[in-house]
């Protein structure tokens, strides 16, 4: 068995700040923004160098805002919660979301050079409610991976086992939080790549639902899957921040205008008289024991807290990776078309006609990982295929939707693995596509029916591995996918203490 090789005494020993404790710190003069944003990069320049979370930091940028922050809290303007919600919380960026004054490389060759003049709407509200945004965060090349080992800059190790994938696209975001250097991060789901980074870093990790957040300034991967959401260290300062990023947005033409509740006040509320779901197509082959023992024992305190369980089927998920695959690759191929060499990124300088240029930039820029969804998703679109692989994944999508529609109709939430094993070793699927693809089995159904869900920490393995569990929510309904995480939660640090 290979040896765990855990990060610093600092993730181990130091209690990690949460939104709360952060703001009221500064709010209080505990301590200063500027001084806390300092102990920030100095963990990272500590801790960085064998997690590789961070690929560029964003000094000028945060020493601007924590001197802001600071000048409020010496007027008392920060006494009030409902100003500033974030004020002074130190949060790193997925690098895959424009950032001003900052890289945007997606993770790739083919846009090493390229600097957004422009903030995420999302990157925007941070910055609004007073976030100190430490800079960008290490990710799949345009968020294609399950392991975040398809970095053109190098994978990311997991802070609980230096051995081990962080989870992918996502990696760096979890890792990052996981590791104490920073309060929370951004990252971006398309079939699972905040959930189970969450899961195997030990880490919360929230998907809301399609049209909550706002994709603009999202580099895309596949534009019907893609969701922005939080990491963070508890489930209360997910609520938080959803509430920050969530609304409304007139350059996301897709972004939804449904009203956004307290989703922190929700979290009070108990979950007594909830109705869970759980899928016996979630439970079977393939899932690690001490996976389905965690989550097992999650139902457990469910049922202890109040709630009801109940047997649900969801008969399309046997479908879902080879569907997610097709219309993923499909939405990928034509996203990317984009980078060609002529107005941003990378130029292949040996080329003679602009055709040549085309391709070499490609082929030069985009990483193998890449190449190979371009090229399916491609053959997918093609005359003669398009009715057998891409109508018919559509076909299925609303199958799995009708699924879940369904099941809700008799549930209010539903628990499942989020991942079927613990974070696997760094190199042990790169050869095999198929069984990394298979990580996100628990993952996909969700994009491809645009409801809301979350994994919450839910135990360890005998090696000292995390466990996530996953609730999945109706279209809308993420303030009850907090309620239950919270009550699992709970029960989780319960049973910590109690050990």
């Known amino acids: 068995m290979a040896e765990l090789k855990s990060t610093s005494s600092i993730a181990a020993h130091n209690a990690p700040r949460t939104i709360r404790s952060t703001r009221h710190a500064i709010a209080s003069g505990e301590t200063s923004t500027a001084a806390l944003a300092d102990s920030y990069y100095a963990t990272i320049a500590a801790e960085d160098p064998k997690i590789h979370a961070w690929l560029a930091l964003s000094r000028e940028r945060a020493t601007a805002q924590a001197h802001r922050i600071d000048d409020l809290a010496k007027s008392g303007d920060l ?40 903030d995420a709407t999302t990157v925007a509200k941070l910055a609004a409610a007073g976030a100190v945004l430490l800079g960008k965060l290490n990710c799949d090349e345009f968020a ?46 398309t079939g699972g790549s905040i959930r189970q980074p969450a899961s195997f870093c030990g880490v919360v990790g929230l998907l809301p639902t399609y049209g909550r957040v706002s994709r603009y300034g999202l580099i895309a991967f596949a534009s019907s899957l893609d969701r922005v959401g939080p990491f963070t260290h508890t489930v209360e300062d997910a609520a938080i921040l959803l509430g920050v990023l969530a609304g409304p947005d007139p350059m996301d033409a897709t972004s939804s205008g449904a009203a956004v509740p307290d989703y922190a006040a929700a979290l009070q509320a108990p979950v007594k008289g909830l109705r869970i779901g759980i899928p016996d197509e979630y439970f079977g082959e393939g899932l690690d024991p001490e996976v389905r023992a965690a989550v097992e024992k999650t139902a457990d305190a469910l049922r202890a ?23 993923a690759t499909a939405e990928a191929s034509s996203n990317l078309a984009r980078f060609d060499g002529v107005r941003y990124g990378l130029r ?12 070499r930039t490609r082929d030069q820029g985009f990483g193998k990982e890449v190449k190979r969804r371009i090229l399916l998703g491609t053959y997918v679109l093609s005359a003669g295929y398009y009715d057998a692989y891409y109508r018919k994944a559509q076909q299925v999508r609303t199958l799995l939707t009708r699924d879940f529609l369904q099941a809700f109709t008799h549930v209010d939430a539903i628990l499942t693995p989020t991942a079927p094993t613990p974070a696997f070793r760094l190199g042990e699927k790169t050869d095999d596509p198929l069984a990394m693809y298979l990580a996100d089995i628990y993952t996909v159904t969700a994009n491809l029916a645009g409801i809301c869900g979350i994994s919450v920490p839910c135990g360890n393995s005998k090696e000292g591995l995390p466990i996530g569990a996953q609730i999945l929510g109706k279209h809308f309904d993420e303030a009850t996918v907090l309620r239950v995480a919270h009550a699992v939660e709970q029960a989780h640090r319960d049973g910590q203490a109690q050990r």
């Open 79 to 118: 006494a009030n919660a409902d100003t500033l919600p974030l004020a002074g919380v130190p949060i790193g960026i997925k690098d895959v979301l424009a950032m001003q004054g900052a890289p945007a490389t997606a993770g790739s060759k083919i846009l090493e050079n390229y600097r957004p003049p422009y």
């Open 144 to 189: 294609m991976g399950s392991s975040n080992e398809n970095s053109a800059y190098g994978p990311v190790h997991n802070p609980c086992a230096l051995d081990r994938v962080p989870g992918g696209s996502s990696g760096g975001s979890a890792a990052a939080v996981a590791a104490n250097m920073a309060v929370a991060t951004l990252g971006t789901d």
């Open 305 to 327: 807290a109040g709630c009801t369980l109940h047997k649900v089927s969801l008969p399309h998920t046997r479908y879902a990776v080879a569907t997610y695959y097709v219309l």
């Open 348 to 359: 292949a300088e040996d080329a003679s006609t602009l055709s040549a240029m085309y391709r």
